[in-house]
Each structure stands twice: as C-alpha cells, then as structure tokens.
C-alpha cells in the first residue's frame, strides 16, 4: 500500500490550500487515517485524524481553521487548511492505518502508512 500526497505549496499569511492523499495497492481497507506535520528542528506532531466513520480530531493549533475528511470509495483523506499562519511551516505527512492483502492475497494484514510528505509553506 502506498499513500501520495499533493497539494502542497507557498502560500501568504491568511490565505487556503488543500491537502489530499490518495491510497492505492493491496488495500482491504483503510481504517483511521491522519495528517502529521514536522517542521525543521522539531518532532513530528499531529495535524488531524478522521476514522473510518468520520468522527475527526484535531490539534488545538488548528482547530477552527484546519478541516480533515474523506472520501472512502476513492480512498482519499483532505485537509481544508484555512487562515494560514508563518507556523504552520512544515512538511506535512499522511498516514493511514492499513488492513492490506498480504502473501497470496488470501490472508490480510494490518499497518501503519506514511507517505513521503508535502511541504506547506507560509510567508508573513
């Protein structure tokens, strides 16, 4: 299973983008899935996560500017960055906790997914 994000980019202080990260292989399915973020010298933090049902959590960093969803048929999670801020600089990752086909695609497997990062960066 592989997860690529887009959608990255420099944006000004206030302004909007919106992640995506798309999921595709062996997948059985594809349970809570997050965003992570981590900007130089510092550790890896968490944005949001959404199950697979949709109930969804959030940093309190971003709370009321961030929004996470997703669209399970095209195994897909989003995130609505609003109201952008100089701190919210940093590689953003995608994760997602995984139920894949393994061996002979008669058994399943479960994991963690990363995927390779996006970078966001907003100039004040």
């Known amino acids: 299973v592989q997860l690529v994000e887009s959608g990255g980019g420099l944006v000004q202080a206030g302004g909007s983008l919106r992640l995506s990260c798309v999921a595709s292989?062996?997948?059985?399915?594809?349970?809570?899935m997050g965003w992570y973020r981590q900007a130089p010298g510092k550790q890896r933090e968490l944005v949001a996560t959404?199950?697979?049902?949709?109930?969804?959590n959030y940093a309190d960093s971003v709370k009321g500017r961030f929004t996470i969803s997703r669209d399970n048929a095209k195994n897909t999670v989003y995130l609505q960055m609003s109201s952008l801020k100089a701190e919210d600089t940093a590689a953003y990752y995608c994760?997602?906790?995984?139920?894949?086909?393994?061996?002979?695609?008669?058994?399943?497997?479960?994991?963690?997914?990363w995927g390779q990062g996006t970078q966001v960066t907003v100039s004040s």
């Open positions: 994760n997602a906790d995984t139920t894949y086909y393994s061996g002979s695609g008669s058994s399943v497997a479960r994991n963690d997914r």
């Open positions: 959404i199950t697979s049902g949709g109930t969804t």
């Open positions: 292989g062996s997948i059985f399915r594809l349970n809570a």
